[in-house]
């Protein structure tokens, strides 16, 4: 288990624009600010996705008004596929696009655990099933009424389901747009084998170009001592580094890397801390 690493004002929450800074709190015990959705951003993504709910309900009801006249099996696909977009759209864009419909896509949200992991099928399932009785008695009355009282801006649904609602930071939204399947990017150059740390300053990105002999090398690496927690917790800490002071970051590097180092097989000696933590990334993804 890593230890956790220092934080800033960890516990703090700060009032800004309808939503709230908190600090979550992984199962290793590592804290980290995020911004909980306020009801504001929160309306205006479900209002997108009501926007595009009733678009695709028109489509599919206009295309199929021939089923309906006939009657019969036609008629009941067509109902069936209503009730798909009415009712599973939520759950379908969630589960498929790492928690964002496209509401929370257009709004920079994001459903997640309220540790701050992705959120699981089972608990978006949980959260959407629970959206019926947040509706109450019309127009989310209930919900809007948790969102409104709950620390974390959550209605039933998320309360029952231990999620979340974010909102992304504009990094990340950058990063995710530009980088649809990959969380890393290489754009620094690295001519030589992997265990051959570059001299060129790190961006937030934490971000470097692997040559095919050095993402061969990387290819390698036996990480299966390494969990997602792990992972998850270096991924933090990469994307916050520059934040931090030169003493606390390196102090951070220096005890990440001595907890993982031992994990790993295959690691040149001479690799620099941060840099292995970089590359410990790009070689958890790579085994997927």
Not at 106 to 122: E, K
Not at 192 to 202: A, E, M, Y
Not at 208 to 219: I, Q, T, Y
Request: aromatic share 8%; charged share 20%; hydrophobic share 45%.
């Amino acid at each position: 288990m890593i230890d956790a690493p220092p934080q800033p004002n960890v516990g703090s929450r700060t009032r800004s624009y309808g939503s709230d800074r908190t600090t979550l709190r992984t199962p290793e015990g590592v804290g980290f600010e995020v911004t909980i959705a306020g009801l504001g951003s929160r309306a205006f993504g479900a209002l997108i996705d009501a926007v595009v709910q009733t678009i695709l309900v028109v489509i599919v009801s206009s295309a199929s008004q021939g089923s309906f006249q006939e009657g019969g099996f036609g008629s009941a696909i067509v109902v069936v596929l209503v009730f798909v977009l009415i009712f599973c759209y939520f759950f379908i864009c969630e589960t498929l696009f790492r928690g964002r419909t496209l509401g929370k896509r257009m709004t920079g949200l994001r459903v997640m655990n309220d540790q701050g992991a992705p959120a699981s099928a089972r608990q978006i399932m949980v959260r959407n099933l629970v959206r019926i009785v947040d509706f109450l008695p019309f127009f989310y009355i209930i919900g809007i009424v948790g969102i409104l009282t709950s620390n974390r801006s959550q209605r039933l649904g998320d309360l029952a389901a231990g999620t979340i609602v974010i909102v992304e930071p504009a990094s990340v939204r950058k990063r995710n747009k530009s980088a649809k399947k990959r969380q890393v990017q290489f754009t620094n150059a690295l001519p030589g084998p992997v265990g051959v740390p570059t001299p060129k300053p790190l961006s937030d990105d934490f971000s470097v170009e692997l040559s095919d002999a050095a993402r061969d090398e990387l290819a390698t690496w036996d990480v299966i001592g390494v969990t997602r927690s792990d992972v998850a917790i270096v991924r933090q800490f990469l994307a916050r580094r520059n934040s931090l002071t030169p003493a606390a970051r390196n102090k951070i590097a220096d005890e990440f890397a001595a907890k993982l180092r031992p994990r790993v097989q295959g690691v040149h000696p001479t690799l620099s801390n941060e840099r292995f933590l970089e590359l410990l990334v790009e070689a958890k993804q790579l085994k997927r």
